[in-house]
């Protein structure tokens, strides 16, 4: 199975900072990495496929990249709703598999 | 639009059994891959079980396989995840997740969850 790294678990943030998260995989996945948001209670929501292709409706401060085994997601200029927990994803082969998550506060 | 309804999920004894169903609107099963993603209390997203584009062999996740099976309904377009032999640590909120067209696993939209605890 391929393993997915996310790193850090959390980091503290405050508005208008520029965050990243990097993820990395075990195997190399070509770029069938996606990203999800998700708050508390909630339902996960889909931020990026493809590596770096946002979603429909998502802001352009999001951004992604990477290929292979290294990816990051990016906010650039974090707004009170991006606050919650993101985890890549990788869709190249089954079983699919999650990162452990990391926490923007 | 694309709606994603998940029901059936219960308290259960372990080794007790349950459906679980998640009722599609706006696209048809035949043509999109979907997938159940359970998340414990506390934990992060982990993928279960799916169905492929082609509607082939199912896929599973080592910790559910042989005593899970997904399923899809298509004349009524609703996927199916039977629970079987259940475990404590099965306990978890059940997504359904439909990926985008072209792709296995492109989680595209997500059901709002149903809960299963297993306890004694």
């Known amino acids: 199975d391929i393993q997915m790294t996310q790193s850090p678990p959390s980091l503290s943030a405050s508005v208008g900072d520029r965050v990243t998260i990097t993820c990395r995989a075990s195997?190399?996945?070509?770029?069938?990495l996606a990203w999800f948001q998700q708050k508390p209670g909630e339902a996960p929501r889909s931020l990026i496929f493809?590596?770096?292709n946002l979603q429909s409706g998502v802001p352009s401060r999001f951004s992604g990249s990477g290929s292979g085994t290294y990816f990051s997601l990016t906010i650039s200029g974090l707004q009170p709703e991006d606050f919650a927990t993101y985890y890549c994803?990788?869709?190249?082969?089954?079983?699919?598999?999650f990162g452990g998550g990391t926490k923007v506060e | 639009e694309v709606q994603l309804l998940e029901s059936g999920g219960d308290f259960v004894q372990p080794g007790g059994s349950l459906r679980l169903s998640c009722e599609a609107s706006?696209?048809?099963?035949?043509?999109?891959?979907v997938s159940w993603v359970r998340q414990a209390p506390g934990q992060g997203l982990e993928w279960v079980a799916g169905?492929?584009?082609?509607?082939?062999?199912?896929h599973y996740a080592d910790s559910v396989r042989g005593r899970f099976i997904v399923s899809r309904d298509t004349s009524r377009n609703i996927l199916l995840l039977q629970l079987n032999s259940l475990r404590v640590e099965d306990t978890a909120i059940y997504f359904c997740?439909?990926?985008?067209?072209?792709?296995?696993?492109?989680?595209?939209?997500w059901g709002q969850g149903t809960p299963v605890t297993v306890s004694s």
């Open positions: 994803q990788q869709y190249k082969f089954f079983p699919l598999t």
């Open positions: 706006g696209f048809s099963l035949n043509t999109y891959a």
């Open positions: 195997q190399a996945v070509i770029n069938h």
């Open positions: 997740a439909k990926a985008q067209l072209g792709f296995n696993g492109c989680f595209q939209s």
């Open positions: 169905i492929s584009i082609n509607g082939g062999a199912p």
């Open positions: 493809g590596a770096s």
